[in-house]
Each structure stands twice: as C-alpha cells, then as structure tokens.
C-alpha cells in the first residue's frame, strides 16, 4: 500500500476544504458577521487563526519597512495584504498573497502551503508570504513574484494547477522538502523584502 500517495491525497483534500473556509469566512467577514469561534478567546488560550497569523506579519511589516503603509487587501484588490508608499508624489502598491499553515508536526515547525499557478503567472501580484504557526510562534517565508517563480523551476503542478510547498524550520535550517529539499534560508525571515524590491 502506497501511504505517500494516500497521505498526499487527503492533504490535497484537506487544503481544498481550507481554501473553502477562507472564501466563507471573506465572504462573512465582508457581510460584517462575526464569526464566534474567534470570538470565544480567553486569556488563557488564543486560538491561532488565519487573520492572527497575517495581522502578526502586517505588524512585522510594518517594523521593518516603515516607509510604507500596510492595510489587509480584499477581493476587489485580488490581494491579501497591501503594501503602499510614496516617493517623489508617487504612490507605489505592492500587491501580496498570503498563506497560513498550522505544524502538524510536533516536533519543529513545518507547514504545507499550495499556490494556484494564475496566481503566479499574475503580474500583478508582486509578493508571496508563506507563514507556519508552530506552538504560538510564527516562522514566515517572504518571497517576491520573481524568486518565487526561480524557486519553482524545478517544480510540477497537481491536476488542479497547484503548486506544493513543505517548508521547515529545524536546528536552525530552512528548507522546502515537497519534491526535494531546497534551501529557503534567504527567504525566511525575509521582513525587508518590500523595501529592497522598491530600491531596485
């Protein structure tokens, strides 16, 4: 019995269930209706949502690049995080797509993520942040469209024109291991991305 293939297959469902629950929480979310699960926090125990984990990088963002302006995107954006600054009375928008993971691991932080190839091919979209939530703690991959595109070279999509990642974090690696394992050092932690893509 192939255990890879059935594992691979229900993580497929998994995240296709996943995407779901992000397009009805947007779609509550925008019709201003609260969504109790978040809303049952104690002090005790916060529990790890998407919108916790993207506020936790907009925040780091913003630390890092304080020359721009950082504000959740929206559907009409076709973008998750909007980052914008003014330099010489024009106002550039960098565009980013995020995506949160969970560790189901419980020994070092490893989270799945899968990117839908228009996404990439998307001029548009300028940024890619992958971020893993592993006991309360965030390990994020920032990427630009670019290196994302380098990064993928060697890649293949599913049947359904996804593109899979396994990032982890261990004794102080990071690495991406879906297909091979592939060194994402330079990307991890990689908060002053935006800033350096404006001065290009």
Sequence with gaps: MNYEKI?????ERVVSLEEKVIVLENQLASQNIPLKDEEILSDAYEKITRNV???????KLAAENPDFSITKGNRAAKADILLKTTENEITYTLKAKFYHSKSFNKEFPS???TVHKEELVNEDIHLFIFNVEFEKQFYPFLFSRQDLLLFIK??????NHLYHFYFHVKENKAVEVRDQEKVASSYYNNWKLPSEMLNK
């Design 53 to 59: 984990s993207r506020n936790y990088v907009m925040d």
């Design 154 to 159: 060697d890649k293949i999509t599913d049947q």
């Design 111 to 113: 989270g799945w993520h």
């Design 7 to 11: 594992i691979l297959d229900l993580y």
